[in-house]
């Protein structure tokens, strides 16, 4: 029932975002996403409430970050996890 708010890295995709776990899947965050099932994230100005989170293959979730210096960032990272979430705006 505690609201929390937490910075993350987050790509929109054409049914929602795509996230990676860059601390892992032991993320105290995302433990309390997949608990509730649902959150809000805020993108350019505009709040939009996410859920059904599923994981997704890094290769996949690596092509969804287009821009050189992310995929370079996240590998460097050693980020393997990603989750997609679909939105709908608020």
């Not at 910075?7 to 995302?30: C, H, K, N």
């Not at 709040?47 to 996949?60: A, C, F, G, L, N």
């Amino acid at each position: 029932g505690k609201h929390y708010e937490t910075p993350v890295i987050a790509r929109q995709t054409p049914d929602g975002f795509m996230i990676p776990l860059a601390y892992g899947p032991e993320s105290d965050w995302y433990h309390n996403l997949l608990a509730a099932g649902y959150c809000k994230i805020r993108w350019r100005g505009q709040e939009y409430t996410i859920e059904k989170p599923h994981d997704v293959d890094s290769k996949i979730a690596l092509s969804g970050f287009p821009i050189f210096p992310q995929r370079l960032i996240l590998w460097s990272l050693g980020c393997h996890n990603f989750i997609e979430l679909t939105s709908q705006a608020a």
